[in-house]
């Protein structure tokens, strides 16, 4: 079975600092997807960045971009010139890529304060 | 502005109870799930449902029972529960259950078991 760990659970960053949250993942599979979904206090889960394990380019949105090195299984989420609203637990996961129904498997989350 | 509703947002129930959760989605997916998330725990896949029927039920005990009468509706009927049920519970859809879809994510209900 697919497992996914944040081996940090909490980390803190200044506000426009830039901050890296670590995510490695186990599989045996090579085709598969990965997330990065936000969780701010209203518990809302927000999808933050999705990478492709077939594409080697890192995956980039606005200010979150990703470090996706597949042979060392590890999905890293780097947040550039933080904001106080970037404060939120956030979460790493993986989707297995047959068809079919496969479920996301999370991490157990890395809760991010954002210093003024 | 969610195209995930759920509702009631916090509920308190005693173990004797028979309470529903309501999960609505507007974004015209064909699939939804219900999550639970526990404190200090990975959220965990309960239920995902696929145009209305059931593909999978992730051990999870009989006191949760999950309905799904359209592809826009999903509910989660509790009865006799355990303290230890107490959690946020995550209603989910996207637009197929195929692993390249993105999931959305409700809000959340807050459940409290007493």
């Known amino acids: 079975a697919q497992t996914v760990t944040q081996s940090q659970p909490e980390m803190s960053v200044q506000e426009a600092e830039t901050v890296t949250l670590s995510c490695t993942y186990d599989?045996?599979?090579?085709?598969?997807?990965l997330f990065w979904y936000k969780q701010p206090p209203s518990r809302q889960m927000i999808l933050v960045i999705r990478?492709?394990?077939?594409?080697?380019q890192n995956a980039t949105e606005n200010r979150f971009s990703v470090n996706f090195q597949k042979a060392a299984k590890s999905f890293s989420l780097k947040i550039s010139d933080s904001q106080l609203g970037d404060a939120a637990m956030y979460f790493c996961a993986y989707r297995s890529a047959p068809m079919g129904n496969t479920p996301l498997v999370f991490g157990k989350g890395t809760r991010l304060s954002v210093i003024a | 502005e969610t195209g995930v509703t759920q509702t009631p947002r916090h509920l308190v129930m005693g173990m004797t109870n028979k309470k529903s959760l309501k999960c609505e989605q507007h974004l015209g997916h064909n699939a939804m799930y219900w999550y639970k998330q526990s404190a200090k725990k990975p959220l965990e896949l309960m239920f995902v449902y696929n145009f209305k029927e059931q593909t999978e039920n992730n051990s999870v005990p009989s006191r949760f029972s999950p309905e799904c009468p359209n592809s826009s509706h999903l509910f989660l009927h509790l009865h006799t529960l355990q303290p230890e049920d107490s959690a946020l519970y995550l209603c989910?859809?996207?637009?197929?259950?195929?692993?390249?879809?993105?999931?959305?994510f409700g809000e959340g209900s807050w459940l409290t078991v007493v």
């Open positions: 989910a859809s996207s637009q197929e259950v195929a692993s390249g879809n993105t999931i959305y």
């Open positions: 599989t045996s599979e090579s085709d598969y997807y």
């Open positions: 990478q492709e394990a077939y594409k080697q």
